[in-house]
């Protein structure tokens, strides 16, 4: 079992920065791909990015690629999502999750989330 917890979520202006924080509870974390999703009513979660379980590679969403940056501490268990030049449409839920899956895109790939962190990014 792992528990996730994400921090950081907060209002923000546009160009503005953030960084998310998920820590995880569990011995194995460091064999879990890591990544972030975000999610807003109504539509379905998507992928921001992805992190290996050595975090020597990652993968982003189109729409966050050169803004946002993921990585993790496989010490302190946690991962991170850095992310400046915000816009309003970044403003979502965003969700930690963990799951075995190398680098994978889709939320069904994923087997552990956290509560969600809510980021909104005002004009």
């Known amino acids: 079992q792992v528990q996730l917890v994400e921090s950081g979520g907060k209002l923000v202006q546009a160009g503005g920065s953030l960084r998310l924080s998920c820590v995880a509870s569990?011995?194995?974390?460091?064999?879990?791909?890591m990544a972030w999703f975000r999610q807003v009513p109504g539509q379905e979660r998507d992928i921001v990015a992805s992190?290996?379980?050595?975090?020597?590679?990652?993968r982003y969403a189109e729409s966050v690629k050169g803004r946002f940056t993921i990585s993790r501490d496989n010490v302190k268990n946690a991962v991170y999502l850095q992310m400046n030049s915000l816009k309003p449409e970044d403003t979502a839920a965003y969700f930690c999750a963990a799951g075995k899956y190398y680098l994978a895109t889709h939320y069904s790939s994923y087997d552990y989330w956290g509560q969600g962190t809510q980021v909104t990014v005002s004009s």
């Open positions: 569990g011995r194995t974390f460091s064999s879990y791909t």
């Open positions: 992190i290996a379980w050595s975090g020597g590679s990652t």
